[in-house]
């Protein structure tokens, strides 16, 4: 390999150009330069793997490619990637150490029977949002009003956080979100948070219930290697953090993509039974933008490509789940696509945790949504509405919509 390497820019979607695709450069570099060194917003240099065998690859091969260096520091200052591993940090742990957890976690949110268990819950707090705008025919922000107290208010009822407190991971989930936060000032927002979980899981382990915190801390003094307090505390606040900003951000980016493509909207109004296909396909388009940084421990080669131990690598997901060697017409949203094993939720042993929960919420909501309220459509032009930017949480910052009546539950 020559010793002088081409760095670029990493490509970072613009909706602008691409509404519900990657970077317009993706598809080259996925076809000449399958894996490319890449200058990241926050410093670092790594390697941007963008086909999907590869990146299913680097995922799925935790000896060859750590999560030590956790998933998003390429994109946010808050977490970077040359920090040591603290004692519950188990999404950079590796192997055994992440095991450990993933053992307490999964009997909490992740088996079928479970999350069965939260459909009633989730069913009721969509149908409630609803009602509420019945009396309104907008301007609405969707975001604001429907997806975000959705999936905030549905984690914090799964973990029996009372409404007056849930303040408390909404500022902590704005912090660890933002490109612009640096890791003293995100530490900083994560104190009163902490101190709060770590007063619930005491009260939890002495006066147990049925909520996830109840059920995690069973696990846990139960476990070979029980966790402590503060690991406990570390994964509560995991799941209150993602669970009210990953999941609202892509309800409301796959409402978006919806009502710019009229004849998907109506099919899942006509047939709600298409939802579940709907989830999955939404999940695929529009997922992980930026994608996740994993850290190689040994020399090593992908794609013909040499990749020295130390070395950063980001894999692309969504340009991943927009391969065509993959994926027919990967660009083209399609809620009767058949399934196929997307990356969205990333792949391996550190997929995403909180999946089952996210494909319940996005699925009952795409059920729920175009029957309830079938004429809902933007209330500004698109060429209006304003993308997040400097974060791992794409999506529309707000999502202005109207229509003409909510129709009843039921």
């Given at each position: ?12 979607p ?5 509404p ?13 330069a ?60 590796d ?6 957890f ?28 609803l ?65 709060y ?36 505390t ?29 004849d ?30 994993r ?42 696509r ?45 060429e209006?509405?304003?993308f ?8 529309p ?14």
């Amino acid at each position: 390999m020559s010793s002088t390497i081409d760095v670029i820019p990493l490509p970072s979607p613009r909706e602008r150009e691409c509404p519900f695709g990657p970077a317009p450069e993706i598809s080259g570099l996925r076809h000449d330069a399958p894996v490319t060194k890449v200058a990241c917003p926050t410093g670092i240099e790594a390697w941007l793997v963008t086909r999907y065998a590869d990146v299913r690859e680097v995922l799925g091969d935790q000896e060859r490619f750590s999560a030590r260096s956790g998933q998003a520091g390429h994109i946010l200052l808050n977490q970077p990637p040359e920090a040591g591993v603290e004692e519950g940090d188990f999404n950079r742990m590796d192997s055994a150490d992440h095991l450990r957890f993933r053992r307490v976690i999964a009997p909490a949110i992740t088996t079928v029977k479970r999350t069965e268990l939260f459909r009633p819950l989730v069913q009721r707090v969509t149908d409630d949002l609803l009602d509420e705008l019945a009396g309104e025919t907008g301007p609405v922000d969707l975001h604001a009003r429907f997806a975000t107290p959705l999936t905030s208010s549905v984690i914090a009822e799964l973990l029996d956080v009372p409404p007056e407190d849930r303040v408390l991971f909404r500022n902590a989930a704005r912090a660890l979100f933002d490109g612009h936060v640096e890791a003293d000032e995100l530490a900083a927002a994560n104190v009163p948070l902490y101190e709060y979980l770590a007063e619930l899981v005491a009260r939890r382990v002495q006066e147990p219930g049925e909520d996830v915190i109840s059920v995690m801390a069973a696990r846990a003094r139960a476990a070979e290697q029980p966790l402590t307090q503060l690991e406990l505390t570390k994964v509560a606040a995991s799941l209150l953090a993602a669970g009210y900003d990953t999941t609202a951000g892509m309800i409301t980016y796959g409402v978006l993509a919806l009502l710019r493509e009229p004849d998907q909207f109506a099919m899942l109004r006509d047939d709600p039974a298409l939802a579940p296909n709907a989830a999955e396909e939404l999940v695929r388009l529009l997922s992980t933008g930026n994608g996740l940084m994993r850290v190689a421990t040994v020399d090593t080669e992908l794609a013909g490509t040499r990749i020295a131990a130390g070395d950063y690598v980001v894999v692309a997901i969504q340009a991943a789940d927009h391969d065509p060697d993959r994926f027919p017409e990967p660009e083209r949203l399609d809620v009767t696509r058949t399934r196929v094993a997307h990356l969205g939720f990333g792949h391996g042993s550190h997929q995403c945790p909180g999946q089952h929960i996210a494909r319940l919420e996005l699925t009952t909501v795409l059920a729920t949504l175009p029957r309830r309220i079938p004429s809902l459509r933007l209330a500004v032009p698109f060429e209006e509405i304003q993308f997040k930017k400097d974060t791992v949480v794409l999506g529309p910052v707000a999502l202005p919509v109207a229509w003409d009546e909510v129709l009843p539950a039921g």
